[in-house]
């Protein structure tokens, strides 16, 4: 395969194409603004709120840093390098924290424009570079996790390792050690970023000492910027690896004879650090963390029988060919051209092959979830940027030439496009709900908790300032077994007992400085239980000796947790010791819904028969044991309304406020969140409540 014809572009054609690129890719995230700017419940405090939510983990880590203090055990990221540098921009910039955390990923996850277009400079193809960057700053996985709104670490995951491939395309390009530097820092800083990118950074190594031995093994070239890869991975402080790669690159420059003497020693002693420092350790526990994720059966902690909670976690799971290749590179069509161009960009320019380990990473989305696709975007981009660049070199007329360079582009870049303006992604909460959060904040200490399912765990400690038991980040099946009890118990006073238990056992569990087992089996321990079901038995006894409180708990109840409620459910209708198989209960919700006179369509082939008050699920019918109509007076009151057909079956509420039906059977209608939430009955003598809203209702345990 022959090179393209090599391109010098001059340093002004160089920023303009950068200025293009940045201001193209920024605009297209501003169409989620205009579209989404006019909905009053997507603000708070005068500005759009973010859709992300692992978002509000690190706003609360920059909020805590900006306020000098945060309590002891509430999990605030304030050493997390995002949350620093959040806090930082907030200090310079003179806009609020809502703002900046809203439109940062816009800012800067378009940057990857930049080491996109430098990349294709390096090899002389400096349009290439440029349409790449157009299509990459786009393509369906990236923009989806840097589109404005979506906080998160992802805006810097891909610009990072981009710019680690653009420093070692330059250095295997150049072979000068001036070109060895730029390694370490980038490695170093994404390292500092996000420190999961070992990694990949550990194949980048081994991707130049393969690189070497295939194609100039004598070459001692490739072997120091191997070394400078290996001092950015290395498990010491940023500024440690920055100077020792500085120290390196002296003895290097100045005394290159007596470098190449020592060469091998050095980088034996390097790769000893490496080592030593963890390693291979580090790379094995982030591949069984993000790759080999188990089953979708139960998995076995210790001696007791959990949940998999990656079972829920669609970005976990496998997905189909079409949304793989659309997720990367726009169309399935464009994904099969990227990839015919990408092997054609290697063959034609050979120090592309460090970017294998990216497309590598991002073609385990097939089998290890869509979270990976991003990966691959970059170097599809350059796929087919390079395709469209090669076959226009056929074009003699160089006016023809480009312009079907510009239309080849807009083609690629039209079904991105059209997923920009399909993509409205709402805002993890809504006003009323962090209305009410923000009510509770005033309510409550820093120091209590709030006991919620874990996908409200960040929103919940970012908006009321107050500790969670569960989170985004921390919700194994060990850990969400808790809340998922209190939330399905069948009476109030075993999820009041767990209520208090947990939280205080919780607490207990971080100054236990050899604690190896997770909060319920400690809490297990020190109640002395033997057998787990005798335990959960012994909660809904009165009597139970509770420990002492230290604190005050909440239980917070929000509307939408009704989509989610039959996963939240999973986690604990299981048997603890694994000897016993629960049945699986039954719950429906829908506000798809019919009336045809004789019928309630509910959708899924599930209707109400109102001649006989039965239920009809396909060909199957099933007598209505209850029938309840629930909504609010002009008081904000609940009104219940009660009808009994059978003495047993399935029941069926009508939440008339909210036009929503709900089927469902004993194990759920008798739950804590449906007679808390739904139908407002709770014991008194065990819970007070505080905030009563038809979108979130929260109580306060009383014991």
């Not at 930082?88 to 940057?111: A, C, N, Q, R």
């Not at 072979?175 to 060895?180: A, D, E, V």
């Not at 191997?226 to 005394?255: D, E, N, Q, Y």
């Not at 980040?473 to 208090?500: C, Q």
Request: glycine share 6%; hydrophobic share 45%.
């Amino acid at each position: 395969m022959l090179k393209l014809k090599e391109e010098h572009a001059s340093l002004r054609a160089l920023f303009i194409f950068m200025a293009i690129a940045y201001l193209f890719s920024i605009s297209m995230r501003f169409i989620w603004v205009n579209e989404v700017n006019n909905i009053p419940q997507f603000h708070w405090n005068n500005e759009l709120m973010i859709s992300n939510n692992d978002g509000y983990y690190y706003a609360e880590g920059a909020r805590d840093i900006l306020q000098g203090h945060h309590e002891q055990n509430d999990l605030s990221p304030v050493d997390s390098a995002m949350s620093k540098l959040t806090a930082l921009l907030s200090k310079i910039l003179p806009i609020s924290l809502e703002t900046l955390i809203l439109y940062m990923p816009s800012f800067i996850g378009s940057l990857i424009v930049f080491p996109l277009i430098l990349i294709g400079r390096a090899l002389n193809q400096t349009t290439l570079g440029f349409i790449a960057a157009l299509i990459g700053s786009i393509a369906h996985s990236y923009y989806n996790r840097t589109m404005t709104g979506y906080y998160d670490t992802d805006m810097f995951n891909i610009v990072l390792p981009v710019l680690e491939v653009y420093s070692l395309i330059l250095a295997l390009t150049h072979q000068r050690n001036r070109y060895l530097i730029p390694i370490t820092i980038s490695i170093a800083l994404y390292q500092w970023w996000y420190p999961q990118a070992y990694a990949l950074d550990t194949a980048l190594f081994v991707m130049i000492i393969g690189y070497a031995l295939a194609f100039d093994r004598k070459n001692i070239y490739l072997y120091k910027i191997a070394l400078f890869i290996l001092i950015g991975i290395l498990a010491i402080p940023l500024i440690s690896k920055i100077s020792l790669a500085l120290i390196v690159f002296a003895f290097f420059h100045f005394r290159n004879e007596l470098s190449l003497k020592f060469f091998w020693p050095l980088f034996a002693g390097i790769m000893g650090i490496y080592f030593f420092t963890g390693g291979v350790d580090i790379i094995t526990g982030l591949v069984k963390s993000y790759v080999f994720r188990g089953s979708t059966e139960n998995v076995l902690s210790a001696s007791l029988n959990y949940y998999n909670v990656v079972s829920t976690v669609r970005e976990a799971g496998q997905i189909p060919f079409t949304l793989f290749a659309e997720r990367i590179s726009g169309h399935v069509i464009t994904f099969v051209l990227a990839c015919i161009g990408y092997i054609m960009a290697i063959i034609a320019y050979r120090p592309l092959l460090v970017t294998l380990p990216l497309a590598g990473l991002g073609f385990l989305a097939m089998s290890s979830g869509l979270r990976f696709t991003i990966y691959a975007v970059p170097v599809m981009a350059i796929g087919i940027a390079y395709l469209i660049v090669y076959l226009s070199q056929f074009i003699q007329i160089k006016t023809v030439r480009y312009v079907s360079i510009l239309l080849l582009t807009i083609a690629i870049l039209y079904p991105n496009y059209r997923h920009i303006k399909e993509y409205m992604m709402p805002t993890v909460m809504t006003t009323n709900e962090v209305e009410a959060l923000h009510q509770l904040g005033k309510i409550a200490s820093a120091e209590d908790y709030v006991v919620a399912w874990w996908d409200y765990g960040y929103p919940i400690r970012y908006y009321s300032d107050i500790k969670t038991w569960i989170d985004g980040g921390k919700h194994s099946g060990g850990v969400n077994y808790p809340a998922s009890f209190v939330l399905t118990a069948k009476d109030s006073t075993s999820a009041a007992h767990m209520m208090r238990l947990y939280t205080e056992y919780t607490e207990k569990g971080f100054s236990e400085t050899n604690k190896t087992k997770n909060d319920l089996e400690y809490m297990f321990e020190k109640e002395g239980v033997k057998n787990p079901n005798d335990f959960i038995t012994a909660l809904a006894l009165p009597e139970y000796k509770l420990p002492k409180k230290t604190r005050d708990v909440y239980l917070y109840l929000p509307l939408r947790m009704m989509e989610i409620f039959p996963t939240v459910a999973l986690f604990s209708n299981l048997d603890l010791t694994g000897k016993n198989q629960p049945q699986q209960p039954f719950f429906y919700s829908t506000r798809s819904v019919q009336d045809t006179g004789q019928t309630i369509e509910l959708g899924q082939g599930l209707s109400i028969i109102k001649a006989n008050s039965t239920l009809k699920m396909g060909m199957q019918s099933l007598p209505i044991k209850s029938f309840y109509q629930v909504g609010y007076d002009k008081n904000q009151k609940v009104q219940v309304k009660q009808q009994n057909f059978a003495s047993a079956g399935l029941s069926v509420i009508y939440m008339a406020s909210y036009g929503q039906f709900l089927v469902l059977d004993d194990y759920y209608l008798q739950s804590q969140y449906i007679q808390m939430f739904v139908f407002e009955q709770y014991d008194k003598n065990l819970f007070q409540p505080v905030i009563m809203s038809p979108m979130t209702k929260i109580y306060k345990l009383k014991i």
